[in-house]
């Protein structure tokens, strides 16, 4: 099926947007990964190795899917919900810090530690302006375009990513809202800034599936598929690795592993299906013609 038009990728987007944020997980991923038992001298905040270790799984494949995102992607089409997803990570990042940031070593400890506290709390703060001027410009860069939304997906694809997206957006963002009761009640020792990342992550893997539906298009959200099967890989791994440090009689540890698993499950499932599906379905009959419309300017 061939895209209505070209929506080609702004470079202000590529190179001050997905460049920096590839460069960040890919740090994230490897210090909370390699050294997550260390992260009260190295990070910008004391978290559990289970915690740690699942944070970086995040950020590791949020690094896959921006760095393919970076190579690959040529049109807005096929970085639309990459991007998006980012930037909302970001301004949840940035929330979560505001609201704990006394969990930050701002105030003192090993001098790696503050030195990556400052830089963690600047980063998040300019990276939501960069943002904006990123999605200004592809703004201003797609203007006059049509929107490119080929028609909608097969019940049996949209009904299990809606629902899974839905139930990652509602437990994400009711974790993220209130969570010291769950903090409490977590399977391993963890804090609220903890809590209020992995619901980030959760609700930001949440609202890229409710947005897979809205594009009617797997091959546009490959990169995010790559991005969960990586994250419910190691993710599921790092629980592996430090099991001595979960209470697995508690329901929420096998709730973590069902999450995990449905990452991957999904992200594997998309990525198969996007290989054979767009030569094995036919147009929809609803997709919207080639003819320009006016307000189509709308990136989004």
Request: hydrophobic letters at 55%; proline letters at 6%; a positive charge.
């Amino acid at each position: 099926m061939q895209e209505p038009t070209s929506r080609p990728l702004s470079p202000v987007v590529r190179y001050a947007m997905v460049v920096p944020l590839t460069l960040g997980a890919a740090y994230a991923a490897l210090l909370l990964t390699l050294a997550s038992s260390h992260t009260g001298a190295l990070f910008a905040w004391t978290m559990s190795p289970v915690s740690a270790t699942l944070v970086g799984a995040g950020y590791a494949g949020s690094c896959a899917m921006l760095w393919l995102c970076g190579a690959r992607a040529r049109r807005w089409t096929h970085a639309r919900v990459t991007v998006l997803s980012s930037s909302l990570f970001m301004l949840l990042m940035l929330a979560a810090i505001l609201l704990d940031h006394g969990t930050l070593h701002l105030r003192g400890g090993q001098v790696v530690a503050v030195l990556a506290a400052f830089g963690w709390l600047a980063v998040h703060l300019v990276a939501p302006l960069i943002g904006a001027v990123g999605l200004g410009a592809q703004f201003v860069r797609t203007r006059g375009t049509e929107r490119e939304r080929p028609g909608v997906l097969p019940w049996w694809i949209a009904l299990p990513t809606f629902s899974s997206g839905l139930f990652l957006t509602v437990v994400g963002l009711a974790l993220f809202a209130a969570p010291a009761w769950p903090a409490r009640h977590w399977p391993w020792t963890v804090g609220q800034l903890d809590v209020r990342v992995l619901a980030a992550f959760g609700l930001t893997f949440g609202l890229a599936m409710l947005g897979t539906v809205r594009e009617g298009e797997l091959r546009r959200v490959t990169h995010g598929m790559v991005a969960m099967v990586v994250t419910g890989l190691l993710g599921l791994l790092g629980l592996v690795r430090y099991a001595d440090q979960v209470r697995w009689s508690c329901v929420g540890a096998w709730g973590v592993v069902a999450v995990l698993m449905l990452f991957l499950g999904m992200g594997l499932a998309g990525l198969g299906l996007s290989a054979v599906l767009p030569e094995a379905l036919p147009p929809s009959p609803h997709a919207p013609s080639a003819t320009p419309s006016t307000g189509a300017g709308n990136p989004a």
